[in-house]
């Protein structure tokens, strides 16, 4: 999770009496307004749980802040969100997520109520369930597997997301949702803004899509034995070939064509498995400046590495592919560079102008910075953080789908001070840490931390396992 505080504002309690409030944003977006005394208790309930698995909170102060004071809170608070959202037994618990989507039902001012929600597959086919408006996103995913017969030890392998379908066909994937909301009102909140990530006036509806959110392609062996998560795959692969996401030449689309038409699922995956970008997540077009300034560049993410297509000013045409164990650490970081729509007007709710830069390990003795700017930054970074996440556990020896694809937790609360116990999905008590800018690789060319949206990095566990074994020449 990316969280940050980038504002204050001053608002109007019950009793007409002003307070201020500090804005969260979590993974760009705003999540929620809170005043001190809310982070307070927030505070005081993780720290009931997890005991000195929480670091400490920034102190009260005894007399009316001035403005230097505000901001040196406003940047401590931020601080210790980064920090409690560092270690996975604290941020995946459900008293934290509990905590957040609490925050977010107040903030969004919604009554908990019984209401139906639709769900949807790359197909267009609908899923109707029934949720109550503050249900969290595990819950609501799980309600829909159960509709689809998705066994439990595959439904992890799965995520819903926000995906907003234009009218001229296009499609965009704008948010993964996790369990600190509720989708009912993310996609209530995010539906009433019309220019979300710089979209056109012709934008289409938001909707709440369940697609295929592991990245090892060994899950897929498990997958496709399964009668309803073969069809799942099916429908999601289908859709994503005739969108030209996943890339075939006309022969094999005329092959697929013709299973397709037989009902040959499992002989069509079998097929489409090997084609390119099978298993990539596709990006809207963003800006680069590799290998020159200001190149635009169409990005996938997929099989352990970031593939850029890139259109150089000087009109030369690229391919380009980055291995996820060659790049040592990344960020996300406000940039002063315009998006690809300058004219779009910015939403309140939106981190404008983001940009995701990466270390990345292009020869033996040489890491270079490579910044890529798009408004999808932060779910990249999302993405980076699953693919690594996998990777350790997969590395580790881990076979088991359900514990490859997520850090499950459980908390002895007989000892309140002791840790929680970490099951063998996490294999210790972090999959990939994340440190201050000024913790870690301080030897390295590091870019200015001056715009900095969130004053960390995160840090890849795989490519300090490649370093510290010697075997930079395998990657």
Aim: glycine share 4%; with cysteine; hydrophobic share 35%.
């Amino acid at each position: 999770m990316h969280f940050s505080i980038p504002e204050t504002d001053i608002q109007v309690d019950e009793k007409g009496l002003n307070f201020r409030s500090y804005s969260v944003h979590i993974n760009g977006i705003l999540h929620c307004r809170l005043r001190y005394r809310q982070f307070h208790s927030f505070h005081l309930e993780l720290r009931r749980e997890f005991g000195p698995l929480i670091p400490q909170f920034p102190p009260k102060k005894l007399f009316t802040l001035n403005e230097t004071e505000i901001e040196e809170r406003r940047l401590n608070l931020e601080k210790y969100l980064q920090l409690v959202s560092q270690d996975p037994r604290v941020s995946n618990s459900s008293t934290f997520n509990s905590l957040l989507v609490s925050a977010q039902q107040e903030t969004r001012k919604e009554n908990l109520e019984n209401i139906s929600i639709d769900i949807f597959l790359l197909n267009e086919q609908r899923i109707n369930i029934n949720i109550q408006t503050v249900e969290q996103t595990d819950s609501v995913l799980s309600k829909v597997c159960s509709q689809l017969n998705v066994p439990e030890e595959f439904q992890s392998c799965f995520s819903l997301f926000l995906i907003r379908r234009d009218f001229d066909g296009d499609i965009t994937i704008v948010r993964k949702l996790q369990d600190f909301e509720s989708p009912y009102i993310s996609q209530k909140a995010l539906s009433t803004t019309s220019t979300l990530m710089g979209d056109k006036e012709d934008s289409g509806p938001l909707r709440i899509v369940l697609r295929k959110s592991c990245w090892d392609s060994s899950i897929d062996d498990s997958l496709l034995s399964e009668t309803s998560t073969l069809n799942l795959l099916y429908i999601q692969t289908v859709a994503e070939i005739e969108r030209g996401w996943i890339q075939a030449t006309e022969d094999i689309k005329q092959q697929l064509a013709l299973m397709q038409a037989k009902g040959a699922k499992r002989q069509y995956m079998e097929i489409a498995r090997n084609l390119k970008f099978y298993g990539y997540i596709v990006f809207r077009p963003g800006l680069c400046d590799y290998p020159e300034p200001h190149s635009r560049a169409t990005l996938a993410l997929g099989r352990s590495c970031i593939n850029m297509r890139l259109y150089t000013p000087s009109g030369e045409i690229k391919e380009v592919v980055f291995k996820v164990t060659r790049i040592r650490c990344w960020r996300i970081m406000t940039s002063g560079k315009p998006l690809l729509n300058p004219g779009a007007k910015l939403h309140s709710d939106q981190e404008a102008k983001l940009e995701l830069s990466f270390e990345y390990l292009v020869a033996a003795d040489k890491l270079e910075w490579i910044t890529v700017v798009s408004p999808q930054s932060i779910l990249m970074s999302l993405c980076l953080q699953a693919m690594v996440e996998e990777l350790v556990r997969i590395r580790s020896g881990e076979k088991d789908p359900l514990k490859i694809t997520k850090c499950n937790t459980k908390h002895n609360k007989r000892v309140q001070m002791e840790s929680p116990v970490v099951d063998d999905g996490c294999k210790g008590p972090v999959d990939y840490t994340v440190r201050k800018l000024a913790e870690k690789f301080s030897v390295v060319n590091m870019k200015s931390a001056s715009t900095a949206a969130e004053n960390v990095l995160v840090e890849n566990e795989v490519f300090i396992e490649m370093v510290d074994s010697n075997s930079l020449h395998s990657l």
